[in-house]
C-alpha cells in the first residue's frame, strides 16, 4: 500500500524527512487526519483471498492515538 495524494488534502506530512514516505492528508479544524492508500493489484487479490489488513503504528512509546480505517468507492 502507498498513500496517496487526492483532491481533499491540504497537508503533507514527513515532506521534509527522508526516512519516512511523504503522508499526504486532510486535516480539519478538529485535528482529525484523513489520508488515502492505495493497494497494489497483488496487494488486492491479497485481501480479496485473505480479508485481512495489518495496521502498525509507530507510537514512539507514547499513548496510541485513536485510528478508523474506512472503505470508499472512492472519487
Known amino acids: 500500500m502507498k498513500p496517496i495524494y487526492f483532491k481533499e488534502h491540504n497537508v503533507v506530512f514527513a515532506k521534509d524527512q527522508k526516512e519516512y514516505l511523504q503522508l499526504p492528508a486532510h486535516k480539519d ?3 482529525v487526519v484523513t489520508s488515502c492508500w492505495r493497494f497494489s493489484f497483488i496487494e488486492r ?3 480479496l483471498l485473505v480479508g485481512r489488513v495489518y ?3 509507530m507510537t514512539f512509546n507514547k499513548p496510541l492515538q485513536p485510528q478508523l480505517p ?3 468507492l472512492g472519487d
Open 45 to 47: 487479490l491479497k485481501v
Open 70 to 72: 474506512s472503505v470508499s
Open 29 to 31: 479544524e478538529d485535528g
Open 55 to 57: 495496521l502498525s503504528q
